[in-house]
């Protein structure tokens, strides 16, 4: 089994690298409009994504 860390250090596919994009983008946009107030399910919602959770673990992960 592989180390998260080992994960990360390899490139995303194209498709993952987009949604990534969009997660982090969506982010900035809804902790601008609602503050620390918004959820990861917010963010993926406003992204189009189904699910924020396998990248980014919790809203402190994309506040940082």
């Known amino acids: 089994m592989t180390s998260p860390a080992a994960d990360d250090a390899r490139p995303l596919r194209s498709d993952a690298e987009s949604k ?14 609602n503050g620390l107030r918004a959820t990861l399910d917010d963010v993926a919602r406003r992204a189009g994504v189904g699910t924020a959770y396998r990248r980014f673990g919790n809203k402190q992960v994309l506040i940082n």
């Open 20 to 33: 990534r994009r969009r997660i982090l983008h969506a982010a900035r946009e809804e902790f601008a409009e």
